[in-house]
T-cell receptor, first 116, second 114 residues
Framework: AQSVTQPDIHITVSEGASLELRCNYS??????LFWYVQSPGQGLQLLLK??????LVQGIEGFEAEFKRSQSSFNLRRPSVHWSDAAEYFC??????????????FGGGTRVLVKP | EAQVTQNPRYLITVTGKKLTVTCSQN?????MSWYRQDPGLGLRQIYY???????DKGDVPEGYKVSRKEKRNFPLILESPSPNQTSLYFC?????????????FGPGTRLTVL
């Protein structure tokens, strides 16, 4: 069964500093991987996705993630954090071959707080 | 505009009072799902549908029902809500054109059961 672990529940970072959010997945084949962000009181916004190919994935607004098959990881990076990046971030893995209606399995989320 | 809509966005109810949360998509997607979001657990799939009149249980189906009578609509029904169903609910839809198709999420419905 597929699973996703986000080891950090909370991260506090200073504005302008770099940020890396960890994600480890368990899946029996090459995974489809996603990062979503949820701002307070808002819905989910897709930041980026990995289906195949280049291991460094560029997303919206300067976010990027690196797929490391050997470590079963898909960490999200932000080179310079802005105050508006304060939100909860979710990593997810997608089921293959249309199983369970393209079901996504989510990690527990990492809440990011930004200090001025 | 391509979108998934949910109603209501906020709902406070009491234990045992039947309720329905509606979900509609305008992208002609075959697949639709319901997820619930709880602190520390992320989102978990409740039910999904791969076509009209085809539904199946996800990971946490207890206490919920769904129906898919039309392609665009996928309502979530709580016949007898209980406080442990207090949660944030998301509907999602996706197409079938490849091995995997991105899911489009609705804005969420925050449900409180007293």
């Amino acid at each position: 069964a597929q699973s996703v672990t986000q080891p950090d529940i909370h991260i506090t970072v200073s504005e302008g500093a770099s940020l890396e959010l960890r994600c480890n997945y368990s899946y029996g084949a090459t995974p489809y991987l996603f990062w979503y962000v949820q701002s307070p009181g808002q819905g989910l916004q897709l930041l980026l996705k990995y289906f195949s190919g280049d291991i460094l994935v560029q997303g919206i607004e300067g976010f990027e993630a690196e797929f490391k098959r050997s470590q079963s990881s898909f960490n999200l990076r932000r080179p310079s954090v802005h105050w508006s990046d304060a939100a909860e971030y979710f990593c997810a893995v997608g089921a293959h071959r249309k199983a369970a209606g393209n079901k996504l399995t989510f990690g527990g989320g990492t809440r990011v707080l930004v200090k001025p | 505009e391509a979108q998934v809509t949910q109603n209501p966005r906020y709902l406070i109810t009491v234990t045992g009072k039947k309720l329905t949360v509606t979900c509609s998509q305008n992208m002609n997607h075959e697949y639709m799902s319901w997820y619930r979001q709880d602190p520390g657990l992320g989102l978990r799939q409740i039910y999904y549908s791969m076509n009209v009149e085809v539904t199946d249980k996800g990971d946490v189906p207890e206490g919920y029902k769904v129906s898919r009578k039309e392609k665009r609509n996928f309502p979530l029904i709580l016949e007898s809500p209980s406080p442990n169903q207090t949660s944030l609910y998301f509907c999602a839809s996706s197409g079938t054109s490849g091995n995997y198709n991105e899911q489009f999420f609705g804005p969420g419905t925050r449900l409180t059961v007293l």
